[in-house]
């Protein structure tokens, strides 16, 4: 090797070491006050739902006990037997009675009673429909119906959006009301049809859609019992779980074979254990959840893994777990563009399976140091790990050269 090339690579060396040992000594070196940060997170946009599990069980929603319906009847037969499905205005006994006649015009003043009340829902429904055809698109143009806005509450800043909404489920609420005022008029019609078929005897009716699971031949009352096809869950809560649920929560189940989870919310939940209370014992609480949509194949008796839902955030800004930090106070350390770390006070909200809400104090975007391994100073320098594949000249084109080399120098000798 020739000596000129020697001495050159022998001056790159020396100065290259001795760079190093200025920038290390130097008093307020950027590099002696540089904090190589090995993991970071960055605040992300998400939903937080807090919840707790426990075991449930697919059971009837309804038991309807049935009664004798008169006190001077003569019981004739049962029409059914235990096991047997049955509809709204199934049959399920016969009797006669002195006051059959009575009770003949009476089944005809209801039957005109809740024809006129279907009529009326009919009406209303009609209304309904007319008010969402005329409504435009655009909210300058909306002129509120006042009848229909009283009844609907709409409020006068309502979107086209909100008021289509409001209406849509205003017509589906009365369509269910008329449904329920056809099932009972034709368990009207159904007692009314008997008595004429047969004279002096009249039937009593189912008044639900179910399964006959009680039948007293003693004709004692209830002298029947039905239970209800829809179905709902029912289950028992611990201690710790009745101190964080109450009613009308929102639950989510999974029940062995049913391919969808089941939607539902918490309709009653008893604060009296189910056993008496004891000392060497836990208590247990039974609850019962309804269900949106009944499941396609699950029956009565299925056992379910039920999770409540006892708070909820959506679309907020979030960290995982370790990037914050304080008992008293919280905070988090940030990584910002200038390749500094500030110490920011927060306000936490919902924490929840390894992610907290942040409402105040970090934005959706910004990244924060992760479990630091020392405390870093406000306006400290940091460095990450390089990652060439994420180094490209369209990249390095937003800093001069003199930064590039800065940044590569103090991160040569971070490490």
Known sequence: ??????????????????????????EDS??????H???????????????????????????????????????????????????????????TSPEIDSLKETLESDITQVEGEIEGVEDYIDSLEDYQRSIPTTTSEIEVDSILEDGLKIDVHASSEMIESTIEQEIYKQE?????LE???????NQLDNINEKENSASMVSNIDGVVVDVNKNLGNPIITIASNELAIEGEFSEQQLKKAETGMKLTATASGEKRKLEGTLDKINPYPVDEPALDQKNAYKFVASILEQPET??????????????????????????IHGKKTSYVYKLNKNGQITKNTIEKGLSFDGYTEIV????????????????????????TEMKPKQITKVALKDFTSREVWKYILIGLVER
Request: charged share 25%; proline share 4%.
């Open 37 to 95: 940060v090995e993991k970071w997170n960055r605040v992300q946009e998400r939903d937080i739902v807090e919840t707790f599990e426990t075991d449930g069980i697919l059971v009837p929603k309804e038991k309807q006990d049935v009664y004798l319906p008169l006190e001077n009847i003569e019981f004739q037969q049962f029409l059914v037997e235990e096991g047997d499905e049955v509809a709204v205005g199934t049959p399920l006994f016969l009797y």
């Open 176 to 180: 269910l009301e008329k449904r329920k």
């Open 183 to 189: 099932e009972q008029k034709t368990k009207y019609e």
């Open 360 to 383: 105040e104090g970090a934005e959706i975007g910004e990244v924060a140091m992760l479990t630091p391994g020392k405390t870093p100073q406000t306006n400290t320098s940091f460095v």
């Open 298 to 323: 699950s029956s009565i008796g299925t056992k379910t893994t039920v999770s409540v839902v006892t708070a909820e955030v959506s679309d907020v800004p979030a960290v995982r777990d370790g990037v």
């Open 30 to 35: 950027k590099v002696q006050h540089t904090v």
């Open 1 to 26: 090797m020739k000596r000129w090339v020697s001495i050159v690579v022998a001056v790159i060396v020396i100065g290259f070491i001795g760079t190093n040992v200025y920038l290390i000594f130097k």
